[in-house]
């Protein structure tokens, strides 16, 4: 099993920043890309972003495109995602995902393991 912990989650202003991470532990070895889901109130679930095992290969929601970034260090089992120029419709529940896939996914039912999530709230 894998178990995913993430933190940096809390409360920003419109224009600022944030640095999301998390932390994975158990059988890493069976993890190959890792994602990032965010889920707002009231809304579905929806992709933000992941990264391959090598963290060469990337892929990100258009409407983070430009703003966030994420990157992964294999050495620490964590991965992370910097956010900057945050608006108020980032606000959601963050979350982040791990997959025995090799490929890119950004569908939620493609990843096996979940954390928590994190609360972001973006004040404008």
């Known amino acids: 099993q894998v178990q995913l912990v993430e933190s940096g989650g809390g409360l920003v202003q419109a224009g600022g920043s944030l640095r999301l991470s998390c932390a994975a532990s158990?059988?890493?070895?069976?993890?190959?890309?890792m994602g990032w889901f965010r889920q707002a109130p009231g809304k579905e679930r929806e992709f933000v972003a992941a990264?391959?095992?090598?963290?060469?290969?990337?892929t990100y929601a258009d409407s983070v495109k430009g703003r966030f970034t994420i990157s992964r260090d294999n050495a620490k089992n964590t991965a992370y995602l910097q956010m900057n120029s945050m608006k108020p419709e980032d606000t959601a529940v963050y979350s982040c995902?791990?997959?025995?896939?090799?490929?890119?996914?950004?569908?939620?039912?493609?990843?096996?393991?979940w954390g928590q999530g994190t609360q972001v709230t973006v004040s404008s």
């Open positions: 990264i391959s095992r090598s963290g060469v290969s990337t």
């Open positions: 158990g059988r890493t070895s069976e993890i190959y890309a």
């Open positions: 995902a791990a997959t025995r896939s090799l490929y890119l996914n950004r569908l939620s039912n493609r990843y096996e393991y």
